[in-house]
């Protein structure tokens, strides 16, 4: 079993900054994602961190904009946001998956799942 807490959200203007935390305990698991989901949307993955290597992956609608990353001390995992713009308004998941596949962004990979956090962003 694995237990995933999001924390970070808030509301921020265009062009500010969040960083979300997702703090893990439990079960190793080979992938790590963040997800988003807007009101009325489908869920959609926004970054995937494969943690053997470190590999990071990212949507384009936020490549050079989002950054994840991890600190193994802290079992967190982190979701740096820069240059927010108001369609990156959405409930934020934190997802994780015993293993990895090439289909990181496809919410049925994940078998567990946070709770979510709320970022807004504003014109």
């Known amino acids: 079993q694995v237990h995933l807490v999001e924390s970070g959200g808030g509301s921020v203007k265009a062009g500010g900054s969040l960083r979300l935390s997702c703090v893990a305990s439990?079960?190793?698991?080979?992938?790590i994602a963040w997800f988003r989901q807007a009101q009325g949307k489908e869920r959609e993955g926004v970054a995937a961190?494969?943690?053997?290597?470190?590999?990071?992956f990212y949507a384009d609608s936020v490549k050079g904009r989002f950054a994840i990353s991890r600190d193994n001390a802290k079992n967190t995992v982190y979701l740096q946001m820069d240059n927010l713009e108001p369609e990156d308004t959405a409930m934020y998941y934190c997802?994780?998956?015993?293993?990895?596949?090439?289909?990181?962004?496809?919410?049925?990979?994940?078998?567990?799942w946070g709770q979510g956090t709320q970022v807004t962003v504003s014109s």
């Open positions: 997802a994780a998956a015993r293993r990895f596949t090439s289909v990181m962004f496809l919410p049925q990979t994940y078998e567990y």
């Open positions: 439990g079960d190793t698991c080979d992938l």
């Open positions: 961190l494969y943690p053997p290597t470190e590999v990071p």
